[in-house]
Nanobody, 127 residues
Framework: VQLQASGGGLMQTGGSLRLSCAAS????????IGWFRQAPGKEREFVSA????????YYSDSVKGRFAMSRDSNQNTVYLQMNSLRPDDTAVYYC?????????????????????WGQGTLVTVSS
């Protein structure tokens, strides 16, 4: 299984970007899928996730109301629509997935719950 993240770039404050994460070798069906980010000098942090059953969405407080995660109908690609971007959104963004049915909902925000990671895509927001 490989995940390929794309869509990053340079954007001004207040702008929008849409990140994509494509899966190859397996569809996202029955997967917990997450977006994480890592800013320079900081630890990787949770951004958003979609639960394998029911498709419930979860967001960090810092992006709630500005970012929206979605999954396409063929279950091969997930998206992160990022609006009202701020300089503190600058980071490398990673998509991640796990098909482990035993991942507890309480751990959906934890990076170590995910077994497959994309290579990351850089988002830079200028002030």
């Amino acid at each position: 299984v490989q995940l390929q993240a794309s869509g990053g770039g340079l954007m001004q404050t207040g702008g929008s970007l849409r990140l994509s994460c494509a899966a190859s070798g397996r569809t996202f069906r029955n997967a917990d899928i997450g977006w994480f980010r890592q800013a320079p000098g900081k630890e990787r942090e949770f951004v958003s996730a979609i639960r394998r059953t029911g498709g419930t969405l979860y967001y960090s407080d810092s992006v709630k109301g500005r970012f929206a995660m979605s999954r396409d109908s063929n279950q091969n690609t997930v998206y992160l629509q990022m609006n009202s971007l701020r300089p503190d959104d600058t980071a490398v963004y990673y998509c991640a997935a796990s098909w482990n049915p035993n991942i507890m909902l309480s751990r959906i925000r934890e990076p170590d719950s995910y077994h497959y990671w994309g290579q990351g895509t850089l988002v830079t927001v200028s002030s």
